[in-house]
């Protein structure tokens, strides 16, 4: 018997969870649910995934415009084993209540503020916490890549302090009316929301951060600055990154300049929807002073946080109780397992 899965909110990121769940042998897409009666969303009807409206005058709209429509919220809800929430912020908020009164396990994603479901999650940093919670928080782009580098700079040795500068995406590319078109938004009265929502996930780890927001569509930019309590090599830091799932390593030197070559990149590795599941680090950017190191990385913020989604679900309902079982299978369902990573680490 197979897990049966809705995904609520076939946008940016359900559409990309709703494709990873269906590629995984051990789990099916039971229903979407959608409102709007567009064409990106009809697209679930050509995937032949189940399609339910968020209410009846929705439904009705998506068939007056020719999609096939099953039914309503509560009609997708009956049988299934959990929903994945992609709605917009806001509208998950509401719609958590409808679950809970359905005593039906669910996930929300990074828009979400971790006290909604008291348990925030990634895959690499905190899996065991979650086995078995019924609810739990996949954290956001910038987190899920953050809690990523730094289970793997963990593990070359503690750490005093570390500090982020994030340089975001000014929006996804589908959001056309979002900005900046031609500015640089910093964040303003002190740091940034990133560390401490890295917090939730890794409580012990001092860190702080500053983000601005930029006019480019394609990734955000993470440069990252760590001090530890010892001296360490550079070999050792980019060992443990190639030791560590998810994370792949880029180089300068062989001419992945820039987050427009990454993603090109992953274009020419025809990814569907050029879509980059690994946090990408540039080799060359990673420098050792004493016991300071520094780097660079990128993460493409549509589908980052896409794999661990698929891992939340076998958390949330203890279908895989280690780590290292779930990240395997959907690595490996993904298309994106990495023999010359260590999974036993997890
Ligand atoms: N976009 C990203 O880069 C990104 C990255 C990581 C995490 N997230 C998080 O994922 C979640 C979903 O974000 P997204 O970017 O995929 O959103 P989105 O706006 O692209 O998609 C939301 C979808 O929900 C649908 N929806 C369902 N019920 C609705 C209702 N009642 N009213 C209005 N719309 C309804 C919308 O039609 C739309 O298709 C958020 O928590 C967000 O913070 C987004």
Not at 133 to 158: D, E, G, M, Y
Not at 167 to 172: I, M, N, P, S, T
Not at 177 to 198: E, K, Q, T
């Amino acid at each position: 018997m197979t897990t049966k899965v809705v995904v609520n909110g076939y946008g940016v990121v359900g559409k990309r969870v709703a494709d990873a769940v269906n590629c995984q042998e051990d789990m099916d897409v039971h229903g979407i649910i959608d409102i709007a009666p567009t064409s990106l969303v009809g697209i679930a009807n050509e995937r032949g995934y189940p399609l339910f409206a968020v209410s009846d005058e929705a439904r009705k709209k998506m068939i007056d415009v020719g999609m096939d429509v099953k039914g309503v919220f509560e009609d997708a809800l009956q049988d299934a084993d959990i929903v994945i929430d992609t709605a917009p912020k806001g509208i998950t908020t509401k719609n958590v209540q409808i679950y809970e009164k359905m005593g039906i396990p669910y996930i929300v994603n990074g828009g979400e503020k971790h006290a909604l479901t008291g348990s925030s999650f990634s895959a690499l940093a905190n899996y065991r916490e979650t086995v078995g919670v019924k609810k739990t928080r996949v954290v956001s782009c910038n987190t899920t890549t953050l809690c990523r580098i730094f289970t793997a700079l963990k593990a070359v040795s503690t750490i005093d302090d570390a500090f982020i500068s994030i340089v975001r995406r000014g929006a996804d590319p589908v959001r056309t009316s979002s900005g900046p078109i031609n500015a640089i938004i910093p964040v303003l009265g002190g740091y940034s929301h990133h560390a401490p929502d890295v917090n939730t996930v890794i409580p012990d780890l001092k860190i702080s951060s500053l983000a601005v927001k930029t006019s480019s569509t394609l990734t955000h930019v993470h440069m990252i600055r760590v001090k530890y309590n010892n001296e360490v090599s550079r070999d050792s830091l980019i060992n443990s990154f190639k030791a560590t799932p998810r994370i792949i390593l880029v180089s300068g030197q062989k001419g992945i300049t820039d987050n427009a070559q990454v993603i090109e990149l992953f274009r020419d590795k025809l990814r569907p929807r050029n879509d980059m599941f690994e946090t990408a680090i540039w080799e060359d950017s990673i420098f050792i002073e004493g016991d300071t190191a520094v780097l660079i990385a990128c993460c493409h913020m549509e589908s980052v946080a896409v794999p661990e989604n698929v891992d939340a679900i076998r958390a949330v309902l203890s279908m895989e109780k280690e780590p290292q079982n779930s990240v395997i299978k959907t690595d490996k369902g993904l298309g994106i397992f990495q023999e010359e990573a260590d999974y036993s680490i997890l």
